[in-house]
């Protein structure tokens, strides 16, 4: 299948600074990029869809001004969050996809944010 | 709307015996379906997806699912489990209209297999 690369896999940071996340599909061009969060009892929430050279779609409940996405190519997603705090210390994921319908996404490894 | 339900929030077998982890799904439609498998403090992985034809659907790792329209189900099974097997499983499903971007996921289940 085809690879996400996620990075970094782990990051410890202080209040109140920022921490910035990327993905990269390394094989094909991931017109979609997905950002999931996921919490201790396993679920995932989707946090925002991104697609390429505009703007992301933001779930409910999200704060855009927080998670800040960029999916600048057809290769690269960032997510960024922002002034972190102690309680968006959690897994987040990052997927990618193509435009068919019919295939699946691939998921990077995901990075564990630690905020201190 | 779409939705994905994975009722059982854990499963436990013994290593050898037949697996079965449950997903039943709401779509309009005739979606397209996937399992995935998530190791800890790993990304998920693909294991198989339904597109079209066959109901019965082979993966990886000697994983299948079965495919049942009449009740919307899609159900991930093993006839012999392993221990390694181990792990959380992620049903979910895309939609083939409009919404085709969107991916639902289950909850999750996690399966135990004992030695």
């Given at each position: 299948?085809?690879?996400?690369?996620?990075?970094?896999?782990?990051?410890i940071?202080?209040?109140?600074?920022?921490?910035?996340?990327?993905?990269?599909?390394?094989?094909?061009?991931?017109?979609?990029?997905?950002?999931?969060?996921?919490?201790?009892k396993?679920?995932?929430?989707?946090?925002?869809?991104?697609?390429?050279g505009?703007?992301?779609?933001?779930?409910?409940?999200?704060?855009?001004?927080?998670?800040?996405?960029?999916?600048?190519?057809?290769?690269?997603?960032?997510?960024?969050?922002?002034?972190?705090?102690?309680?968006?210390?959690s897994?987040?994921?990052?997927?990618?996809?193509?435009d068919?319908?019919?295939?699946?996404?691939?998921?990077?490894?995901?990075?564990?944010?630690?905020?201190? | 709307?779409?939705?994905?339900?994975?009722?059982?929030?854990?499963?436990?077998?013994?290593?050898?015996?037949?697996?079965?982890?449950?997903?039943?799904?709401?779509?309009?439609?005739?979606?397209?379906?996937?399992?995935?498998?998530?190791?800890?403090?790993?990304?998920?992985?693909?294991?198989?997806?339904?597109?079209?034809?066959?109901?019965?659907?082979?993966?990886?790792?000697?994983?299948?699912?079965?495919?049942?329209?009449?009740?919307?189900?899609?159900?991930?099974?093993?006839?012999s489990?392993?221990?390694?097997?181990?792990?959380?499983?992620?049903?979910?499903v895309?939609?083939?209209?409009?919404?085709?971007?969107?991916?639902?996921?289950?909850?999750?289940?996690?399966?135990?297999?004992?030695?």
């Open positions: 299948g085809a690879v996400v690369s996620q990075h970094p896999s782990r990051v940071c202080k209040s109140g600074t920022s921490v910035k996340i990327e993905c990269r599909s390394l094989d094909f061009q991931a017109t979609t990029m997905f950002w999931y969060r996921q919490f201790p396993k679920s995932l929430m989707l946090m925002a869809t991104s697609n390429e505009s703007k992301a779609t933001y779930e409910q409940g999200v704060e855009k001004d927080k998670f800040l996405i960029n999916h600048a190519s057809l290769t690269l997603s960032t997510l960024t969050v922002t002034s972190a705090h102690p309680e968006d210390s897994f987040y994921i990052c997927s990618a996809s193509s068919s319908p019919n295939t699946e996404a691939f998921f990077g490894q995901g990075t564990r944010l630690t905020v201190v | 709307a779409q939705s994905v339900a994975q009722p059982e929030d854990q499963v436990n077998v013994a290593e050898g015996n037949p697996l079965t982890v449950k997903c039943t799904y709401s779509v309009s439609g005739n979606p397209y379906l996937f399992w995935y498998v998530q190791y800890p403090n790993r990304g998920l992985q693909f294991l198989l997806k339904y597109i079209t034809g066959d109901n019965l659907v082979k993966g990886s790792y000697g994983f299948e699912a079965e495919f049942n329209k009449s009740q919307t189900s899609f159900h991930l099974k093993k006839p489990a392993l221990v390694s097997d181990s792990a959380l499983y992620f049903c979910a895309r939609d083939r209209g409009y919404n085709f971007n969107k991916f639902y996921f289950g909850s999750g289940t996690k399966l135990n297999v004992k030695p």
